[in-house]
């Protein structure tokens, strides 16, 4: 006969599930049966979800997230099983929450509500800010809803171009209407969230440079972007449209061969937005990046943020595999199309 592995007893007569000792320290599921009789005259049935702390000879213990206890006699479990950990709370924040977050750190200088969502023009500079963000719903039928999108950037003279999310239904509907990835975004954008008091830690081991803090974009901070180059007069009104906005730098021989950017989003709690975080090729591998995402997050802390997040190409690998050593965490991907 087969015996309980703790205990060396036979188990209680019980159901078989995917329960026992190897589950110890994982998140489950226990349906058992209380005493008494149920609505349609069968046994009363009661679930327990949180932790498997304890299993005993005759009965196991579930600690639940409220901090309570919870001993279960063993003999009436009718089913349980390992179940995935619960997301971490910022990773349960709604997509559109996420995006909205994301134009508050990054304002476009033109912006016009259509419902839900929200057409962007900056005279051309980045696609961020000059793309229809279609999260939620336009308060219009999709049809004229999308022709009020492409008329807004026709009456501009900008390419037409929306920002969904990756297997969204605003996407499928575009691509059957035939758009595709806005030049120069053959890949989805990765949306990264990571709480900031945890990413510091992760960065303690990042080297004591000077990390200089500017309220105020600078020439120098902006020498080596080709793209601001371009638009410089609305780059920098981008660049410095949210209230709160920090430009980190680390300068040498008078060049700025590592910066970033970080911007506050302030609604029921505040969130760092970072952005533009650039290393010269000729001092990368030094941990650069990590000293100034220190000061980024260390400025933004200061204000009270408590979650940061990234926008990231999703062909980036190296990028993206920095973000997840130091504790950030995909939320979701978005693409940018145009017709």
């Known amino acids: 006969m087969a015996t309980d592995p703790t205990s060396g007893q036979p188990p209680p007569s019980a159901p078989a599930s995917g329960l026992g000792p190897h589950c110890l320290g994982s998140r489950v599921v226990v349906r058992h049966t209380l005493p008494g009789t149920g609505p349609s005259g069968g046994p ?90 279609l999260v939620g719903e336009p308060g219009a039928a999709w049809p004229e809803a999308v022709a009020r999108v492409r008329r807004f950037y026709d009456e501009r003279a900008l390419l037409a171009r929306a920002q969904v999310v990756a297997g969204s239904e605003q996407e499928a509907r575009l691509r059957e209407e035939g758009w595709q990835p806005s030049p120069g975004y053959a890949t989805t954008v990765s949306f990264l969230i990571g709480g900031v008091a945890g990413v510091r830690r992760a960065l303690r081991g990042a080297p004591d440079v000077d990390v200089a803090l500017d309220g105020r974009v600078t020439a120098q ?14 780059a920098t009104r981008v660049l410095e449209g949210p209230e709160e906005v920090v430009f980190a730098s680390v300068v040498e021989d008078g060049t700025v061969v590592a910066k970033g950017r970080a911007s506050l989003s302030v609604r029921a709690d505040v969130w760092a937005g970072v952005t533009d975080v650039h290393v010269a090729p000729s001092h990368r591998r030094g941990g650069l990046a990590g000293a100034v995402m220190q000061a980024l997050l260390g400025w933004a802390a200061e204000r009270g943020a408590t979650a940061a997040y990234l926008q990231v190409r999703g062909d980036n690998d190296a990028a993206l595999a920095l973000y997840d050593r130091i504790g950030f965490v995909e939320h979701h991907r978005t693409w940018y199309l145009s017709p």
Do not use: I, Y
């Open 221 to 234: 901070w902006l020498a080596d972007d080709e793209r601001a180059q371009r638009f410089l007069e609305p």
């Open 44 to 133: 009363v049935l009661n679930d327990v979800l949180g932790v498997l702390e304890e299993w005993g000879a005759t009965t196991l213990t579930v600690r639940r997230e409220d901090g309570s206890s919870v001993v279960v006699d063993r003999s009436t479990v009718v089913a349980g099983k390992p179940v995935p950990p619960r997301p971490p709370v910022r990773l349960r924040v709604p997509v559109d929450v996420a995006e909205r977050r994301a134009v508050d750190g990054w304002p476009p200088l033109e912006r016009v509500d259509l419902g839900e969502w929200v057409l962007r023009a900056s005279e051309g500079f980045s696609a961020r800010a000059n793309s229809a963000l």
